[in-house]
């Protein structure tokens, strides 16, 4: 069965500074990839995909990703963070042909201190 | 576009009773899938639906979870009997089809099992 670790449970860091997050999946196969953000009391939203081509994927407000795929990894990163950035982000895979069925990480708690 | 609607919000229980909820798809959403969100952890697939057609269900603990989509549109979860394990927020999401596709979110309901 295929699984997707965060690194960090929590993250603290003050505004302007700069954000990585972790995800290692453990799948040999074709995988989608997602970013899912959940803002404090709102549903969960996607923040970034990939499919294929461009490894280093745009999402959005100001959100990266880059697809790694001899490490397995798909690590979230914001070159400057805003207060408004405090929420929780789970990354996300799916197998390719596989039904769209989503396997999520244990997710990453940010707290942006203005 | 509206957004993946779900009631109620929150529901407290005590073990043993039974418990529905309720969800309505973003309109022309083929696929449906039920999630279940233990805190400190990230969402696990319980069932998923195409039209009114179960694709998986090896995640649902059948003894005691069920769920029906009857015309393809809206969905109910229903669990009977309930465990103080089953204590979780439950998502349900839907997409517009099963591959390759992204994942809308409700906000979802809230279950305390007392």
């Known amino acids: 069965a295929q699984s997707v670790s965060q690194h960090n449970h929590h993250v603290i860091l003050s505004e302007a500074a700069s954000l990585e997050l972790g995800c290692n999946y453990s799948?040999?196969?074709?995988?989608?990839l997602f970013w899912y953000v959940q803002y404090p009391g709102q549903h969960l939203q996607l923040l970034l995909k990939y499919f294929s081509g461009d490894p280093l994927v745009k999402g959005i407000k100001g959100f990266e990703a880059e697809f790694i795929k001899s490490k397995f990894s798909f690590n979230l990163r914001k070159p400057s963070v805003q207060w408004s950035d405090t929420a929780e982000y789970f990354c996300a895979v799916n197998r390719r042909a596989a039904g769209n069925k989503l396997t999520f990480g244990g997710g990453t708690r940010v707290l942006v201190k203005p | 576009e509206a957004g993946v609607a779900q009631s109620p919000r929150y529901k407290i229980i005590e073990k043993r009773q039974s418990v529905a909820f309720w969800c309505n798809p973003i309109?022309?959403?083929?696929?449906l899938y039920w999630y279940q969100q233990i805190l400190g952890q990230g969402p696990k697939l319980l069932i998923q639906?195409?039209?009114?057609?179960?694709?998986?269900d090896s995640q649902l603990p059948k003894d005691r979870f069920s769920a029906e989509r009857l015309k393809g549109v809206d969905s109910t979860l229903k669990i009977q009997p309930a465990k103080l394990e089953d204590s979780a927020v439950y998502l349900c999401?839907?997409?517009?089809?099963?591959?390759?596709?992204?994942?809308?979110f409700g906000q979802g309901t809230r279950l305390t099992v007392v």
């Open positions: 999401a839907s997409s517009v089809g099963t591959e390759n596709t992204e994942a809308f």
């Open positions: 799948y040999g196969g074709t995988v989608n």
């Open positions: 639906f195409q039209n009114n057609g179960v694709v998986d």
């Open positions: 309109s022309g959403h083929a696929t």
